[in-house]
Nanobody, 131 residues
């Protein structure tokens, strides 16, 4: 249901755009998150979006450099990554998580949106940033 693509190898300061194509997924009922896992480190959530209302979250380490967006017609979420650093090297995953059923009445804030249970995962795409 989710397929991540767009990874590659760039030098420090370079840019990449990751795509997360979805199928059979309601953009009104799910949030889409981007996660990454570097060798020897735990997976971390770095950004997410509620495509239905546009709420977004960014981890401090990527804030100001990464931008998440959604094309609801194409059911695709993008992660634009600029000014990449070697510490951004990781396998990047996208995942979908069901929003609470009362989300339309009680929308989640950005931090809470990143903390929901992301239950559907795509395969990863490797991002390598060299110095």
């Amino acid at each position: 249901q989710l397929q991540a693509s767009g990874g590659g190898s760039v030098q420090t300061g370079g840019s990449l755009r990751l795509s997360c194509a979805t199928s059979d997924l309601s953009f009104d009922a799910n949030a889409i998150g981007w996660f990454r896992q570097a060798p020897g480190k735990e997976r971390e959530g770095i950004s997410c979006i509620s495509p239905g209302d546009g709420t977004t979250y960014y981890k401090d380490s990527v804030k100001g450099r990464f931008s998440i967006s959604s094309d609801n017609a194409k059911k695709t979420v993008y992660l634009e990554m600029n000014n990449l650093k070697p510490e951004d090297t990781a396998v990047y995953y996208c995942a979908a998580g069901p929003l609470p059923t009362d989300y339309s009445d009680y929308a989640l804030g950005p931090v809470a949106l990143m903390a929901i249970d992301y239950t559907y995962w795509g395969q990863g795409t490797q991002v390598t940033v060299s110095s």
